[in-house]
């Protein structure tokens, strides 16, 4: 068996396309802009990639930047106030803070202080709850994205028996609860669980979140199954360069699986277009405007 390579980059362009349309009917009928506060604290290397490369989605979306770059020294009181602002000022339907922060400021007091109706990464604890409970709210855009990947593959993902490979707050937590909330049959596998390759071989849907390269091979996979791989990972290539890789040993499971996500151009893309999706869902409920059909 060789599997159909799911192409996040096609699928986050034509969600990417929804969006940008969208916004700009948002603005010709109801005269209504949409905009996003990006805040980056400090010269984090890889974070002011993300950044940027956020920046230019959200520019060509349509949707109005409003970054806001701040020195590795900026106290967290500082930090605070600026939220604080960012929450009052109607212009701004979208914040997100980018990971991590300095050490001086606690990253938990700062997703907890955005305003949950402008929480585009779907952190706040009020948005977790939310969605926890099945409830609408701004989901975090990583778990979204392999949740959109699950579904161009699978028309329903009703009945599925579907294993998630790490529990982090920011994709295992949450991507699990959106698939009960597709009532998929759900297990969270993590570092402790007994004979992971084993639980692995049962999914119908694989999600790998957990940070180690190349950790899910081959024989963890049930023929057929799809797999979704969230992890990036730099490991050391030929010449001395480097190279990235996923969670999944990625020619092995192509050999297996049904459908298998790349690294790079998977869920990566896909986290970007989600993230303009909440901005434009934000802009909607702020209006009590009906969520855009997309």
Not at 38 to 54: D, E, F, R, T
Not at 108 to 123: C, E, M, R, S
Not at 221 to 245: E, H, L
Request: proline share 7%; hydrophobic share 45%; glycine share 10%.
């Amino acid at each position: 068996m060789t599997a159909r390579i799911i192409d996040g980059k096609a699928i986050a362009a034509d969600l990417r396309g929804k969006v940008t349309d969208a916004v700009h009917r948002l603005l010709r009928d109801r005269g209504i802009a949409t905009g996003i506060a990006v805040v980056l604290v400090g010269q984090n290397p890889a974070s002011k990639i993300y950044v940027h490369n956020k920046s230019n989605a959200v520019t060509a979306a349509g949707i109005r930047p409003f970054d806001q770059h701040l020195p590795a020294s900026t106290s967290e009181a500082e930090l605070l106030d600026l939220i604080a602002r960012l929450n009052a000022d109607e212009k701004v339907n979208g914040i997100l803070v980018q990971l991590p922060l300095p050490p001086q400021i606690d990253p938990q007091k700062i997703i907890a202080a955005i305003d949950p109706a402008k929480d585009v990464d779907g952190f706040h604890p009020l948005n977790a709850g939310r969605l926890a409970r099945g409830l609408p709210g701004l989901a975090p855009c990583t778990p979204l994205g392999c949740l959109l990947l699950a579904k161009s593959v699978h028309a329903s993902l009703a009945g599925l028996e579907a294993v998630v490979v790490g529990r982090s707050n920011i994709v295992g937590k949450p991507a699990a609860k959106m698939l009960l909330a597709e009532n998929a049959t759900v297990t969270i596998a993590h570092s402790k669980t007994q004979d992971l390759p084993a639980v692995c071989r049962r999914a119908d849907l694989l999600i790998a979140a957990i940070g180690k390269p190349e950790f899910v091979r081959g024989d963890w996979i049930k023929p057929g199954a799809t797999v979704i791989d969230v992890g990036i990972n730099r490991i050391a290539g030929g010449g001395g360069k480097s190279r990235i890789v996923g969670d999944v040993a990625f020619a092995e499971a192509a050999a297996v699986a049904g459908a298998l996500t790349p690294v790079p151009g998977g869920v990566g893309p896909m986290t970007v277009a989600c993230l303009l999706l909440n901005t434009l869902r934000a802009a909607c409920a702020q209006n009590d405007l009906p969520p855009p059909s997309i």
